[in-house]
């Protein structure tokens, strides 16, 4: 692992996750920029100490020049996103499979590098877009893949916060702090953060792509340096027209990422508070409530799945699904075999590069007077 | 009452509101564009036949010549939109107080026209947005006024409808047909029918004005001549941003109309399928649900409250509300009196105008390559 | 109408359900014991003072002595339960139709009484059990009756209060007081307000009748002299079992009766926080959420429904609903013709029979330290 | 681990819980009461062969023989019922820690003399009651006991399911056909199984203790030979009532354990299905939610939080907390100190005696004519 050192939240999310299915053991790391403190976090974390290492280029010269049987097969870079493109491109380039935490790079322009970089490596890539890791968000995209609701016409995904309804990167607030720093983050806030997974799940659902927005973006809390509200309006390739919503000053609220799609004959509703629940609503008939564990479901969803029904799986689950599914396909490349479709079903370098073009289109977008411009990627 | 005959969905709502509080008898009526029908509709309903008049213009001519004792005192328009103003001006230059159905006019310079007639008349006049009158609208009002939430920021409001996912006005269908004709509803569909309420629930509850637009407005089902969908962007005169959807597509939709304020402490979430809740998210606090009949809950939605709490008053009682408070205000008037500050708060002539200009800007800005454009009224 | 003047709850309600369909007109009253005060609470509803009468009885001997086309034809009892079965007797037999609020009468032999009354009568009799009047515990029984959820198995039906809590009698509340009153309300407290409405919900749903019972009944209030408090195991006359519990010392609860069948293949679920929604649950299937204003649900929830789908309606519709099919039945019978089979699913004796032996043999079951006790009627 | 091979559902579960927080090393098992399968599942389960043991017996001697610092701390138990009480008192007396799978043994008999050995070992024990580790339970534990709600007065705690709706142990279901033999689940099948939880739930949040109830326990489904369907009616020794259901052919359900407990001065009320949320209602105030995560919690809730407010962690997350806080006690016995009172809030010997007297009380007093029978340990 690289990064996820003392008061980092997502790098703790990453070892759970990787730990659940027990497809992984923690062996390696360099958890912070600062030598020292990476060195401790490595024994703290149950490291020994030759292998809790100072740097990320540490990391990766040592490793590779351990025996294969006894050196790091998956590198999880859990880093501000300045400090993603470098690691992930050392890594692979040196053989190391790659799980690497969202969004991909810090611009757009690093992840087309990283693009070629995936191709050329041969090495696998796991981007955590962890909504798209929960069975009903699976369960919701093959029922759109049916023909269940028809052709998609309106979509629309939001995802409110409310941690930042205050000026917290004043506060001495480690995630607040480099969340709405430029030179860390990039050129987003809440777009990026949170922006990018509500544009995942829409694509991602749907089967979709983005082709022309019009966002209006902006700083509530003042003083802040990045985004932390925006709306934006959508036109996707299909003729569908979408509103992605994402915010981080709606005070009071948590993290209730919801998306709801409207096709010619019904429409499907998910949303993370009650994550286990998919709720479709046909034209003329009772609505229905597919539900995790459900013995109707697609093999997606069931592939995701821990538990019977009514054992309610969680965030953790989601991200654990991304995990698991990375290590049968890397198992299934040491094998020389082909991992099953609903293996393969994780967000990897194009979910990537479409999530950095998300979060220059709606910037760029946000300070334009024309109203409707082309998605570029 | 003028229309509302038979196949008419809104009159019979008005004749149930009307009733409801016992403050208003029907005694006459001109229910059809169509002499016999109009009629035959006032004796079906119970008038005797000389008060079942063959048009409006009869109507009004005739009650006027009764003593003043026997005449009708408030007359309810709920014709399509296109014969809103007519009688409206009739009836009030003749001396009748005017309920009348939304939205208020066929053209923005009609409601200006109709805004000078109410004034001049000396009458009373309701417009039935009818989410105003839930209590727990009337309680999130007050709560925004009374700066429970902060200065409010952020706005979601949301109208999802699905019957008119089909081509429905091919199919002899009364209330599609006059909705999707431009000749009757005017030149907005579903921004007219539903839109406007949104934009009147979010301008309601927060106490702010729409300044700026910038409108995504979509014909989804081949064939249909007016709107049926849209999405706009949102500048307030606070400062504040706000995201209104109205649409009649989402399929599997019924009516499920929603409002989420965020102020800078907290935020208030209503939406109607649920309509005696109100939920108040304070930040760091556990979140509060406010109902109808609570003991702790203000005068304004005590006031429009029949019940203890746990009986659910849902959308007839919500109408009654406009026609109790209207009554009220009547009473007032006749006995030289004020009405309280809870029984004035209704809807009138300021609303339809806003309401109108709302349904002019929003087309304009549908069709426009310019991003933001000012709200003229 | 006798009973329901000033500070009662239910008589006000009986008046708002009575008009919001236009069946019924208020045209006398007998509004408390207190002569002065029953003919004040005429005038002030807009009665004349002389058909404003001093006691029921002076209401029934006047009326009947009126021309037929000018009395009054159904008379609404609202009083305490211990003045239901005189008035109501005495109507009866002089002619006058009867909607009587439950419970039914004072004792279980007072209803037997009655039974015999109302049908020497050959005078339509309802008792107002307001939530089988909703539409989608209409569509419950409709689908058990159908087979929907195969042979019932177990019930659970419950109806949690909190609004005696506390000892609120002590505290010049009248709907307290005469409630917890003996004198007044009879040998129940809780089980005879508000098991009744449970008991009666469980067998309108399921068409089943309970055979045995086992009651723990409670006074949970220190002062109180009737229980406040009863949970009941049941055994119903195809071998099903069930659970009812009912309380009002359920601190900060409402008013939020709920009821769960359980079949052989499938379950229903209503409650009347979400009175428009009624869930069915089929064994290996998706959920299903039936929704008022549905097309595809029943006759019987069809008419007693007067909005599209998602306008919410609520008790007093419930309500409402009764009294409009009720007065359907009583048109029928002036008419010489049958009312339709969703007119004439109201409750009446047998209901009211049933339900003061409900009262009488929870009482004595609590009492007891038999386990299982016949319900004898 | 001893049981937990193929078909097996707790014994998987047993382990993602111990793996979630890193404390625990999957060593050495024996997962079968036959040697093949057992060694089999072993080696499957990634252990080396030599660790993979043929019985619990050789598992417990050999692994004895292992200098301490390889042999294994603590041992696993998830097998049917009647194979706990052995391997336990085994595990225990020969030095090792126990998480046992509930309920504890076979009869109170063998809990009671565990209780003996539990005691007489010096060693760690703990009993999987899953739900007292959630988050929001331990906030509701919490909240009455700090006086939140005044004294309790009435609890419903109720466990339906629906997979035992059919006669599933005729059709070769391991989970059926173990839980429904008397030989193998004991005397009870549904109020083992499940009632239990229920039971432990009610103690647990409320701090009280079962007195006396009164139990109708049925055999729903033909050819069962243990109940799957039960209701009992109980007195708490503060002199509260409680009514506790439990049932396995509630067709359509899935697993909503639910508990509501009502004080003086307001109630509490949790359901699983929406697991992070914790219902609060205090007489005439708003009601309020308490959700996991939440910065006002106590520091038990938050102790058992891995994620911030809006991450839903659920059941397998409930279940790792017992295993967590039973490490901490583990290592703070290692190292001579004493863990945090958080930590050592886990389920052990005194709940797992109670739980089988709960069994053996309840199944009694099913079979029983007496309505209140005291409940003895």
Not at 23 to 36: H, M, N, Q, R
Not at 86 to 113: Q, W, Y
Not at 193 to 222: K, P, R, S, W
Not at 329 to 334: D, E, G, I, T
């Amino acid at each position: 692992m690289i990064g996820g050192g003392q008061g980092a939240f997502i790098g703790a999310v990453h070892r759970i996750a990787a730990r659940i299915d027990g497809d992984y053991e923690l062996v390696c790391g360099a958890f912070s920029s600062d030598p020292e403190k990476s060195k401790a976090s490595g024994v703290a974390l149950g490291l020994s100490a030759d292998r809790s290492y100072s740097s990320y280029q540490e990391l990766i010269e040592k490793e590779k020049q351990l025996p294969a049987d006894q050196r790091v097969q998956v590198i999880s870079i859990v880093t501000p996103n300045h400090v993603h493109f470098g690691p992930t491109k050392m890594a692979l380039e040196n053989g190391f499979h790659v799980v690497l935490d969202k969004p991909m790079t810090f611009s757009l322009a690093e992840a087309k590098e990283l693009e070629k970089v995936v191709t050329a490596s041969g090495k696998l890539f796991c981007l955590t877009h962890t909504y798209t890791g929960y069975p009903m968000v699976k369960e919701a995209k093959q029922l759109v893949k049916s023909g269940k609701i028809g052709k998609v016409r309106k979509i629309y995904v939001e995802y409110p916060q409310g941690w930042l309804s205050t000026f917290l990167e004043g506060e001495d607030n480690k995630q607040a702090s480099w969340r709405t720093d430029p030179g860390k983050s990039g050129i987003a806030g809440a777009m990026g953060d949170i922006g990018t997974h509500a544009f995942n799940l829409m694509e991602y659902v749907t089967g979709l792509q983005v082709t022309q927005i019009c966002a209006d973006i902006n700083i509530v809390v003042e003083g802040r340096k990045l985004d932390d509200d925006g709306a934006v309006l959508i036109k996707m390739n299909n003729g569908a027209s979408a509103v992605l919503t994402a915010t981080q000053i709606a005070a009071g609220e948590e993290n209730n990422v919801k998306i709801r799609v409207y096709g010619e004959t019904g429409s499907l509703e998910w949303q993370q508070w009650d994550a286990n629940t998919l709720v479709v609503k046909m034209s003329g008939e009772p609505w229905q409530i597919y539900r995790t564990g459900g013995g109707y479901v697609s093999s997606f969803a069931t592939h995701n799945t821990r538990t019977p029904g009514g054992h309610p799986e969680g965030y953790l689950e989601a991200f654990a699904n991304l995990y698991h599914n990375f290590a049968l396909c890397v198992k299934a490349q040491l094998e020389g075999t082909q991992a099953s479709p609903e293996a393969q079903d994780y967000p990897g370098i194009d979910e990537g590069v479409r999530g950095m073009a998300f979060i220059e289109n709606v910037i760029a977008s946000g300070k334009s007077d024309i109203k409707w411009t082309k998605f570029n990627v």
